[in-house]
């Protein structure tokens, strides 16, 4: 008798990794589940800007081996702590986004943002690299059309996948329904799925796709050790992937990694703002009062790496609490609110609209305003913010002389010149902390998704895509993760229909 399954393919998460992966499967061929734990879907995915890093010459970039120069610049940025395969596989899998989206009836256009001075992202994260040199990269993102009309990129294509997920005969979408363990046989190959209510969902191949672990506190505390960190995306991404590798036996990686901005998270709330001030005019203080960054040039992917100097006396961090000071000039008559608006749970899923002029964060204690530098210091229980402020307001009036062969890019007194800007009265200030994009550990995959034992070898039949088990590690050329879902997503797909064939032929053991 031949092996009966309900499903070819269990996909976990409805992200875009696993939409991704459930399209792709279906389209390959197999019959396939989707297991959500929340009511919607959408993850990290929805409220993303699903901005895609890619070589501005894509062809030029693969002449090589396949892909090789952006595949050798994404090889030396993350230090080798991904294998070339892997990478070369991503590279592979970046160049096919575009003309699957386009069947798909999507279309990529470069990404073009107004320039906001506390939020900065160059295309290339490290311009020095070796393997940066000649290599030129873009940002793109699904274009909005009739199609995908939604404000923000990760939720045009997410909405893009779900249009053609929803009706799909081969594909069934489960909602509410957390998966609490991956099984194996005795043989050591998957052979299905355990739901919270208890259920077993029998199936040759399971696809990881459930997120990271952002909002398991415990986990970040063990994985990436005490500081406190705010989310910027979705509340529903508790490290269950995680868990379920481990039970598993996979081998896990990149647990330490993460993508984190500064911003505001409220007292009290778990999901922040990132804050996108559009006038160069503010400084950020640590917990002394004093500068002791290049605000303008924190890679917004590095909130956390940036600031996360240990106090080698006290053992504490040198920086927490962090304030960004800036001055109604700039914060509070601003052509725009002082936060990034076009992402983060809180703008996209619960709608949070920045009033006018700041007047309701003030209210609520968010933004602390004061007449003077005295008061705001009081306030902020940080004697030396005034000093602080008048050294700066010096500095704007009579800009320092760099050596420039000594500076370096975040030295504090590198600011580039157009950005000294002295602060006026009325002051104000915002508190500021680490808040997460998302984490990237988690079971580690191969070039063809396949999630390998601590023994080494793949566990067959479990796969993994997105960013449970990311391919990034160590550090991060910036918008990578989002295609990274894509990729990954149809990769494992293509393998998992291919595997679940092959399976259903063999005796039922
Ligand atoms: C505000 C914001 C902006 C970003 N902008 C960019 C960008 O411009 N470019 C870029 O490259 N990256 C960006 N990122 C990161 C990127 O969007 C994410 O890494 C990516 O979308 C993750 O997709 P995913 O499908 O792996 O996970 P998710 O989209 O988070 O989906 C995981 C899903 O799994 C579900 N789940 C979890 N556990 C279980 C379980 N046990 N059973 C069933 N379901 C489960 C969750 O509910 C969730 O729906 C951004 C992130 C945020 C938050």
Redesign the pocket.
């Known amino acids: 008798m031949a092996a009966t399954f309900s499903y070819d393919v269990v996909v ?9 992966a459930a399209l792709q499967a279906a389209q390959s061929g197999a019959k396939v589940l989707v ?4 009511s ?14 890619c070589p501005q010459d894509f062809q030029a970039a693969m002449k090589k081996d396949g892909a090789a120069h952006f595949t050798d610049y994404l090889e030396e940025s993350t230090q080798h702590t991904t294998p070339r395969e892997v990478i070369a596989a991503f590279t592979k899998g970046l160049y096919e986004i575009e003309p699957w989206l386009k069947e798909l009836g999507g279309e990529l256009e470069d ?1 073009k943002y107004d320039k906001m001075y506390s939020y900065y992202i160059p295309p290339m994260t490290f311009p020095h690299l070796d393997s940066a040199q000649g290599l030129n990269l873009t ?1 793109r ?1 699904l274009k909005q059309t009739k199609l995908s009309p939604a404000d923000t ?2 939720r045009r294509i ?1 909405e893009l996948l779900h249009h053609h997920i929803k009706d799909n005969a081969n594909i069934t979408l489960s909602y509410n ?4 363990r991956i099984l194996k046989d005795h043989n050591g190959q998957i052979n299905g799925v355990l ?2 209510n208890d259920e077993f969902v029998p199936a040759p191949a399971v696809i990881m ?4 672990f ?1 909002n398991d506190i415990e986990l970040r505390r063990d994985l990436m050790g005490p500081r406190e960190f705010g ?4 509340p ?6 995680f868990r ?1 590798a481990q039970h598993v036996g996979a081998r896990l990686w990149h647990a330490s990694a993460e ?1 984190t ?1 500064l911003g505001l998270l409220p007292p009290g709330e778990e999901c922040g703002f ?1 804050l996108g001030v559009r006038k160069p005019g503010f400084i950020y203080v640590n917990r002394t009062g004093q500068r002791f960054v290049d605000e303008t040039k924190i890679e917004s992917h590095r909130g956390h790496i940036e600031t996360a100097e240990q106090d080698p006396y006290s053992g504490k961090s040198a920086h927490d609490p962090m304030y960004m000071i800036s001055d109604k000039e700039n914060l509070l008559d601003p052509d725009k609110p002082p936060i ?1 608006d076009f ?3 809180q703008v ?1 899923v619960n709608g949070y609209k920045w009033s006018e002029h700041s007047e309701e964060e003030i209210k609520k204690g968010w933004v602390i305003v004061a007449d003077t530098l005295e008061d705001l210091a009081e306030k902020l229980d940080m004697q030396e913010l005034p000093a602080t402020v008048g050294e700066w307001n010096d500095q704007c009036q009579n800009p320092p002389q760099i050596d420039e062969t000594l500076a370096t890019t975040l030295d504090p007194m590198r600011r580039d010149h157009e950005t000294l800007v002295p602060l006026k009265a009325p002051f104000c200030a915002i508190r500021i902390m680490p808040l ?3 984490t ?1 550990g988690g079971p580690r995959r191969n070039e063809k998704a396949q999630i390998l034992s601590i023994d080494g070898p793949p566990i067959e039949g479990l796969y993994g ?4 088990g ?1 391919i990034w590690g160590h550090v991060y050329q ?8 894509i990729v990954f ?1 149809r990769i494992a797909a293509k393998e998992a229909a291919a595997l679940a064939k092959s399976r259903k032929k063999l005796p039922l053991r």
Request: glycine share 18%; with cysteine.
């Open positions: 976990l998460g409805y992200g875009a990794a696993g939409a991704a297991v959500e734990k929340s919607t879907g959408g993850g990290n995915s929805f409220v993303s800007s699903a901005n895609m890093t990404s940002v993102h990129g990760g997410w329904s957390r998966c609490k739901l919270q796709a459930c997120g990271g952002e989310l910027l995306g979705s529903h991404n508790n490290g269950d992937g379920l993508a901005v990132a990034v992402f983060s749970y996209v997460l994009y998302n990237q895509a997105g960013e449970c990311s910036s918008s990578t993760n989002f295609a990274e879902t997503g």
